[in-house]
C-alpha cells in the first residue's frame, strides 16, 4: 500500500505543474489588457494610455511572459500569489477567508449528500421495482432536473417569507445554512444515491450473494457485503463532487448572497483580475487533484486489487 | 479484521465530516443582523469596497456618508458645503475659499486650511489618475491663507471648477491622519472624514454598518444607524424586502436587477414607500461614424434609425414606465440644454422614406433594403451584464426590421464593451450618461478625440469646429457665451445624430413607511441621508 500511496503522490506533483502553466498561459491570452480593466473596475472614469501604461509597470505586467510565470510560481509555492490588481491586497487575503467560506459550506453540503444518498442508495436498493423505490427515484432525479437558481429562490420565498422559518440570505448563523445546503445537495444526491442503488441491485445479481444467503447468513450481514462492494464507485464520484462543488458553488453564492470562493472568482474573472484567477485555478486543481488521490487511495484500500494493478 | 479496513475508513473520514460540521454550527453565533425598527438596513448588489474619499474603487454612496466637499452641487448650483463662502478672481484662476469653523473630522482632528491643502495635494500629486477631470490637470497650487481660508491657484480660466470640487471624490477632505505618509494613492489607513456617518463595521461581501455621526457640524442626523448589506441577486433582495430582512433599496439607473412590477407590488402592501426621482441619466445609442464603409457614416441613415425607434414602448412596456421617453441626448433640466431641437418621434414611415430618398431600396420579397448589391445592416453591442439592455436591444432590433435595417446584436460583458468603445470597433454601442452634475461638460468633453464618444463625432463634417467649441466652452468665463456654445455643441450632435437618445433613468427608492424626507441629491450615485428621519 505504501509504495502504491508514493506512486500516486509522484504522478500527481507533474499534472499540478502543467495546469498551472496552462492556467497562467490561456489567461494572459485574454485580448483586453488586465492593466486597463483594473482601471476600470475601480470605477476611474476615464482611462488614458499613459494611466495604462504606468498601472501596467505597477503591476509588472511590462516584464516578459516566462519570468512572470516563473516569479508567479515560486511565490505560489509559498502561499503567496501576488496582489490583486483591482483591490491592490495581497490575493491570499482575497482568497483565504472566502475560500473557507465555501469549504464550510461544501462540508456541510458533503456531509449531507453522503449520508443522504447512502440512505435512499439502500432503501431504494432493497425495495428495488416497488412504489417507493419508484416515488423516491422520481423525486430525487426532479430535484437533480432543475436548475439550483430556481430551487434556491422558490425555497426562500417558501422557507424565509412565507413560512418565516429561516433567514433569506447571508452567513452568520447554523441557520443560514440550512437553505444553501439543501439547494446545493439535491442535486447531488440525486446523482450519487442512483449510483450506489444501481450498484446494490447489481451486486444482489452475483454468486456471492446468492451463495451467502444460501448458506443462511442473515439478510443483515449479506446487505453490509452488497453495500461495501457497491461503494467503490460512488467513493470515487463522492471524492470528486467536493472539488466539483467548491468550483460550482457560485449560483448559490449569489442566490444566498454567500461571501465564498465562486462569487469572488467571478467576479475577479469580469474584472481581469488574473491574480486572483490563477490563485483559484490554482487551489481548485489542487483540490481536485487532492481528492482525485484521496479516491485512489480509499478505493485501494477497500479493493486490494487495485494496490496490485 | 483486514477486510473490513475500508469500510471503517469511509465511517472514519464520515465521522470526521461529522464532527468538522457540528463544530462549525457550534462556532457560529447569530452576527446580530436583526435590528431595532430605527435601523435602516439597505440593501445593494455590490460591497462598499474601498472607500477611499481620494480613489474610485469604493461605493460612492458609502463615500458620500463619511466625506464632504468644500462646496455641493445642488440644482441651484454649487452651493456651500465645507466652505461657507468662496471668490473668484477677475481672471477666473484663483479661487479663495472661507472654510467653516468648528468642524472636526470623525478622529477629532480638526478641519482647518492646513488640512485641505493636505488633501488636495494628496490628490494632486495622483492627477493621471483623475485625468478625466480637466480641473485636475489646471490645479497648480493650494494655499494657506490664514486657518480657515485657502486658496486654489488654477493655470486657466475652468467654469466648471466648483462643480469638479463639489463631485465626491476625488476632492473629498479626508483626516490627514489616515494618510500613509502624507499619500493617499497607495490606500489610508481609516475611513475618516468630516461626514454625517461613521463606518464602524465592515465584513467584506456581507455588511458595512454605519453610526451617526454625534459630532456632526451639521447636526446628528435622524437616522443613527445604516447598515448596508449585499445582496448580488435582485430576486433574493426582493425577498428579503418581503420578509424585512432588508427595509431599504435604491435602485441603479442602467444596471437594476429589480423587477419593476414586483418594486410596485411591494409599495401596495403598505409596508414600504416608493419615491421616485426625476430623470438622472439618458440610455443612448453611440453610432460610430468614422468608418467610412458603414451605411451609418450617412447621416440619412443615422436619422432614419432616430425615426424607427419606438421610445414610448421602450420607456413604457419593456421598463414599466420606470423611464422616460428621451428625444434629446441631455434633458431639459440639465444646465445649458433647455435648447429647441428637432423632434423626432417614433415615425417608421418617415424612416422608410428617408431610406428610399437616400438609395436604400427594399426589392419586392425581401425583409432588409439594399443599395448596390450591399444590404442595409450594422451591429448593435450591449452591455450583457447590464440588466434590461438585451431587451430594449432585441425590441430596437424588430423596430429596425420594421423599416427594413438589418440589425445584428452582440452582447458581451463590459470590459469586452469598454474595448469596443475605446478602439471604435462598433458600429452602435448602448451606453448611460452620467447624470448631473457631471453634465453636460463631461459629456463635451469626451466627444473630442480620445474621448470616449470620440468615434462618434470623427466623421462628422463639422468634427474640427466641434472640438473647438468644446474647448472654448470649457474655459469661458461668460455665462452667455457659454450657453450659446453650449447650445451649437449639442444642437450640432442632435442634427447629426450620432447619439441616439432612447430613455431618461429615474431612480426609485424603496424605504419604511415611517422613514421620511427621502428625497434625490443631483448625482445619481448618492443619497441625502443625513436629511432621512424616522416618524
Same mark, same amino acid.
Given at each position: 500500500m505504501r509504495a502504491y500511496v508514493i506512486k500516486r503522490i509522484f504522478a500527481a506533483v507533474p499534472l499540478f505543474f502543467i495546469i498551472s502553466f496552462c492556467s497562467f498561459l490561456l489567461i494572459n491570452l485574454s485580448p483586453t489588457d488586465p492593466a486597463e480593466a483594473a482601471l476600470r473596475a475601480n470605477d476611474v472614469p476615464v482611462v488614458t494610455q499613459e494611466l495604462v501604461e504606468q498601472t501596467r509597470e505597477q503591476l509588472g505586467l511590462d516584464r516578459p511572459f516566462l519570468i512572470r510565470y516563473g516569479n508567479w510560481l515560486s511565490d505560489s509555492l509559498h502561499l503567496n500569489f501576488g496582489q490583486s490588481y483591482v483591490k491592490r491586497r495581497p490575493v491570499s487575503s482575497l482568497i483565504l477567508p472566502a475560500f473557507l467560506n465555501t469549504l464550510k459550506l461544501v462540508t456541510v453540503t458533503s456531509v449531507t449528500v453522503i449520508f443522504l444518498s447512502t440512505a435512499f442508495g439502500v432503501f431504494c436498493a432493497l425495495r428495488e421495482g416497488s412504489r417507493a423505490d419508484k416515488v423516491t427515484r422520481g423525486v430525487l432525479f426532479a430535484f437533480t432536473a432543475v436548475p439550483s437558481y430556481w430551487v434556491g429562490i422558490l425555497m426562500i420565498w417558501f422557507f424565509a417569507v412565507r413560512l418565516n422559518l429561516l433567514p433569506t440570505s447571508g452567513m452568520g448563523s447554523a441557520a443560514h445554512y440550512i437553505l444553501p445546503v439543501a439547494v446545493m445537495s439535491s442535486g447531488y444526491i440525486g446523482f450519487y444515491f442512483r449510483l450506489i442503488r444501481n450498484s446494490m441491485v447489481r451486486n444482489n445479481g452475483e454468486n456471492y450473494v446468492l451463495y451467502e444467503k444460501a448458506s443462511g447468513l442473515p439478510d443483515r450481514l449479506v446487505n453490509r457485503h452488497i453495500l461495501r462492494n457497491s461503494l467503490q464507485t460512488a467513493v470515487s464520484g463522492f471524492c470528486m463532487a467536493v472539488p466539483g462543488m467548491l468550483a460550482g458553488t457560485v449560483v448559490v453564492e449569489n442566490v444566498f448572497a454567500w461571501p465564498g470562493i465562486g462569487r469572488l472568482c467571478v467576479s475577479a474573472i469580469f474584472d481581469r483580475d488574473l491574480p486572483v484567477v490563477q490563485a483559484y485555478i490554482i487551489v481548485v486543481a489542487a483540490f481536485f487533484i487532492l481528492f482525485n488521490l484521496i479516491a485512489d487511495l480509499v478505493n485501494a484500500a477497500i479493493n486490494p486489487k487495485l494496490r496490485e494493478e | 479484521m483486514r477486510k473490513y479496513q475500508? =469500510?471503517?475508513?469511509?465511517?472514519?473520514?464520515?465521522?470526521?465530516?461529522?464532527?468538522?460540521?457540528?463544530?462549525?454550527?457550534?462556532?457560529?453565533?447569530?452576527?446580530?443582523?436583526? %435590528?431595532?425598527?430605527?435601523? !435602516?438596513?439597505?440593501?445593494?448588489?455590490?460591497?462598499?469596497?474601498? @472607500?477611499?474619499?481620494?480613489? $474610485?474603487?469604493? /461605493?460612492?454612496? /458609502?463615500?458620500?456618508?463619511?466625506? %464632504?466637499?468644500?462646496? +455641493?452641487?445642488?440644482?441651484?448650483?454649487?452651493?456651500?458645503?465645507?466652505? +461657507?463662502?468662496?471668490?473668484?478672481?477677475?481672471?477666473?484662476?484663483?479661487?479663495?475659499?472661507?472654510?467653516? #469653523?468648528?468642524?472636526?473630522?470623525?478622529?477629532?482632528?480638526?478641519?482647518?486650511?492646513?488640512?485641505?491643502? +493636505?488633501?488636495?495635494?494628496?490628490?494632486?500629486?495622483?492627477?493621471?489618475?483623475? /485625468?478625466?477631470?480637466?480641473?485636475?490637470?489646471? @490645479?497648480?497650487? *493650494?494655499?494657506?491663507?490664514?486657518?480657515?481660508?485657502?486658496?486654489?491657484?488654477?493655470?486657466?480660466? $475652468?467654469?466648471?471648477? !466648483?462643480?469638479? !470640487?463639489?463631485?465626491?471624490?476625488?476632492?473629498?477632505?479626508?483626516?490627514?491622519? *489616515?494618510?500613509?505618509?502624507? +499619500? =493617499? #494613492?497607495?490606500?489610508?489607513?481609516?475611513?475618516?472624514g468630516t461626514g454625517p456617518y461613521k463606518l464602524t463595521e465592515h465584513v467584506e461581501d456581507q455588511y458595512a454598518a454605519f453610526e451617526a455621526n454625534p459630532d456632526y457640524w451639521g447636526g446628528e442626523p435622524g437616522v443613527k444607524k445604516i447598515i448596508r448589506k449585499v445582496l448580488p441577486i435582485g430576486q433574493t433582495t426582493l425577498l428579503a424586502l418581503q420578509k424585512k430582512e432588508v427595509n431599504f433599496l435604491v435602485t441603479e439607473t442602467g444596471g437594476n436587477m429589480l423587477d419593476v412590477q414586483a418594486v410596485r407590488d411591494l409599495g401596495k402592501t403598505g409596508d414600504y414607500r416608493i419615491t421616485q426621482s426625476d430623470p438622472v441619466s439618458t440610455k443612448i445609442l453611440l453610432v460610430n461614424t468614422g468608418n467610412p464603409e458603414s451605411p451609418l457614416a450617412e447621416k440619412p441613415v443615422r436619422e432614419a434609425v432616430w425615426y424607427a425607434i419606438d421610445r414610448d414602448s421602450l420607456a413604457n412596456d419593456l421598463l414599466g414606465g420606470e423611464d422616460f421617453p428621451a428625444e434629446t441626448l441631455m434633458s431639459k433640466a440639465v444646465p445649458y440644454c433647455n435648447i429647441d431641437l428637432k423632434v423626432r418621434n417614433f415615425d417608421p414611415e418617415k424612416a422608410r422614406q428617408i431610406l428610399d430618398a437616400a438609395g436604400w431600396k427594399l426589392e419586392n420579397g425581401s425583409e432588409y433594403r439594399t443599395r448596390d448589391g450591399k444590404t442595409l445592416k450594422f451591429n448593435l453591442c450591449y452591455f450583457s451584464a447590464k440588466a434590461g439592455q438585451k431587451a430594449m436591444s432585441e425590441l430596437i432590433q424588430s423596430n429596425l426590421k420594421a423599416v427594413g435595417i438589418q440589425l445584428e446584436l452582440t452582447g458581451e460583458e463590459n470590459n469586452a464593451c469598454y474595448d469596443r468603445r475605446k478602439t471604435g470597433n462598433y458600429d452602435m454601442l448602448f451606453d448611460v450618461t452620467w447624470g448631473v452634475p457631471y453634465e453636460p461638460h463631461c459629456t463635451a468633453n469626451i466627444l473630442k478625440p480620445g474621448g470616449s464618444y470620440g468615434d462618434t463625432t470623427k466623421g462628422l463634417p463639422e468634427a474640427e469646429k466641434l472640438y473647438r467649441k468644446v474647448d472654448e466652452v470649457l474655459a469661458s468665463r461668460d455665462e452667455a457665451a457659454r450657453k450659446e456654445l453650449y447650445t451649437e455643441i449639442f444642437s450640432t450632435v442632435h442634427e447629426e445624430a450620432n447619439i441616439i437618445p432612447l430613455t431618461y433613468g429615474r431612480l426609485t427608492a424603496i424605504s419604511p413607511k415611517n422613514l421620511e424626507n427621502v428625497h434625490f441629491l443631483q448625482n445619481q450615485y448618492e443619497l441625502p441621508f443625513k436629511d432621512l428621519q424616522f416618524e
Open positions: - | 475500508g =469500510t471503517r475508513v469511509i465511517i472514519a473520514g464520515a465521522l470526521i465530516l461529522v464532527l468538522v460540521a457540528v463544530l462549525l454550527f457550534s462556532t457560529y453565533g447569530q452576527t446580530g443582523q436583526s %435590528e431595532d425598527e430605527s435601523t !435602516l438596513i439597505q440593501a445593494s448588489s455590490h460591497d462598499i469596497g474601498d @472607500i477611499n474619499g481620494h480613489l $474610485y474603487g469604493g /461605493a460612492q454612496m /458609502a463615500q458620500g456618508m463619511v466625506y %464632504e466637499t468644500l462646496v +455641493e452641487n445642488t440644482v441651484n448650483g454649487p452651493g456651500p458645503r465645507l466652505a +461657507e463662502s468662496w471668490n473668484i478672481s477677475e481672471d477666473g484662476k484663483v479661487y479663495t475659499f472661507y472654510l467653516l #469653523k468648528n468642524v472636526t473630522f470623525q478622529d477629532g482632528e480638526p478641519f482647518n486650511a492646513q488640512a485641505v491643502k +493636505e488633501n488636495i495635494d494628496a490628490v494632486q500629486r495622483n492627477k493621471e489618475r483623475h /485625468a478625466w477631470l480637466a480641473l485636475a490637470s489646471r @490645479i497648480v497650487s *493650494c494655499d494657506v491663507v490664514d486657518n480657515y481660508t485657502v486658496k486654489l491657484v488654477l493655470s486657466e480660466a $475652468y467654469y466648471p471648477a !466648483l462643480n469638479e !470640487l463639489g463631485y465626491t471624490r476625488p476632492y473629498s477632505m479626508m483626516s490627514p491622519g *489616515c494618510f500613509i505618509n502624507g +499619500e =493617499t #494613492k497607495d490606500g489610508v489607513s481609516g475611513y475618516i
